[in-house]
């Protein structure tokens, strides 16, 4: 618990450091729960679009094998 405790720590005293570097104000804030949700939404339609792909290469490939025949 400690040694996680000094990480949190190290983490705020780097964030405080780079802030005070890039001049962003410390009342400066982003929401990390709408950050979240838009990877997920990413990553939700990346896989809808791979099935797709996937669906239409199965297809083609049926198509192809019958007309070799």
């Given at each position: 618990m400690?040694?996680?405790?000094?990480?949190?720590?190290?983490?705020?005293?780097?964030?405080?450091?780079?802030?005070?570097?890039?001049g962003v104000p410390d009342n400066f804030g982003?929401?990390?729960?709408?950050?979240k949700l838009q990877g997920e939404?990413?990553?939700?339609n990346y896989t809808r679009l791979i099935k797709v792909l996937q669906d239409?290469?199965?297809k083609l490939e049926e198509?192809?094998?019958?007309?070799k025949h």
């Open positions: 400690n040694q996680v405790q000094r990480q949190l720590e190290d983490v705020a005293a780097e964030n405080r450091h780079l802030r005070k570097l890039a982003v929401d990390l729960a709408q950050l939404k990413k990553i939700e239409d290469n199965y198509e192809r094998a019958r007309l």
